[in-house]
């Protein structure tokens, strides 16, 4: 592992990013989708996990670093890891530690940091009409919709 969140190998030669991704819910069941300034993709809040960084650390930092919200731990439950071709880097792949977050009520969030947009979907519908990350279908679907 090198000093910036990347291994190699194991993957057919890619290189693998180690992140945290947070599968956002507020209360009337939508989903929160960002976008990263300068790329197309839809996808979780979250990012790379800094060396000698815990999973669960790393997601509160990008947490209030992307939508300026502080998180409560007890508001955090982790759904488990997954990998997936990375959204944003040819040739990467992730190994994503995911964590389920349940907004509480009148939680403000806002994008900020190399955030463009944000976006609150309905999990139970096809999303179409926002180009996502394949990681994010596959957390949205593990959410349980």
Sequence with gaps: MSGNGKSTGGSGGRTTLRIVAAVVERADGRHLLVRKRGTQAFMQVGGKIEPGEEPLAALLREFEEEVGVR???????????????????????????????????????????????????????PVASYPLAPLSRDLLAAAGH
Excluded: K
């Design 71 to 125: 998180l409560d731990p007890a508001d955090v439950e982790s759904i488990g890891r997954f990998g997936a071709p990375a959204a944003n880097e040819p040739d990467h792949v992730v190994d994503a530690h995911a964590y389920r977050v349940r907004l509480r009520d009148g939680e403000q969030i806002a994008v900020q940091a190399e955030l463009e947009e944000l976006v609150w979907v309905d999990p139970a519908d």
